[in-house]
Nanobody, 115 residues
Framework: QVQLVESGGGLVQPGASLRLSCAASVRIASIYAMNWYRQVPGKQRELVARITSGGSTNYADSVKGRFTNSRENAKNAMYLQMNSRKPEDTGGYYC?????????WGRGTQVTVSS
C-alpha cells in the first residue's frame, strides 16, 4: 500500500510562485514515474508534469518553462515548483505514482490563482 499526500496549495496572485509537495509513505526510488495532474471542475484530470526515477521530466505545453518537477529520494518526496502563475493554473493538483502495477493517487491540494 502506498500513500501519497499533497501539500502546499493555496491562493496566490498571478505571477507569484508556489511549490507543491507530494510525500510518499514508501521509498519513491521504488516508483518509476511520478506525476502531477490538475483537475478543474467539469473537466478531466490532465497531466501537468512527470518525472522518472532517473530524473527525466516531461511537461504539458501549458506549463513548460514555468513549472519544474523534481524529486528527493532521501525524503521520499516530489515537488512541483510553479512560477509565473496564471489564472488558468487554478485547479486541484494531484500526485500519482505507480508501483508494482498498481496506481496510487493522493487526495489533492487546491491551488487558486486570482488577483
Amino acid at each position: 500500500q502506498v500513500q501519497l499526500v499533497e501539500s502546499g496549495g493555496g491562493l496566490v496572485q498571478p505571477g507569484a510562485s508556489l511549490r507543491l509537495s507530494c510525500a510518499a509513505s514508501v521509498r519513491i526510488a521504488s516508483i518509476y514515474a511520478m506525476n502531477w495532474y490538475r483537475q478543474v471542475p467539469g473537466k478531466q484530470r490532465e497531466l501537468v508534469a512527470r518525472i522518472t526515477s532517473g530524473g527525466s521530466t516531461n511537461y504539458a505545453d501549458s506549463v513548460k518553462g514555468r513549472f519544474t518537477n523534481s524529486r528527493e529520494n532521501a525524503k521520499n518526496a516530489m515537488y512541483l515548483q510553479m512560477n509565473s502563475r496564471k489564472p488558468e493554473d487554478t485547479g486541484g493538483y494531484y500526485c500519482r505514482g505507480k508501483r508494482e502495477g498498481i496506481d496510487y493517487w493522493g487526495r489533492g491540494t487546491q491551488v487558486t490563482v486570482s488577483s
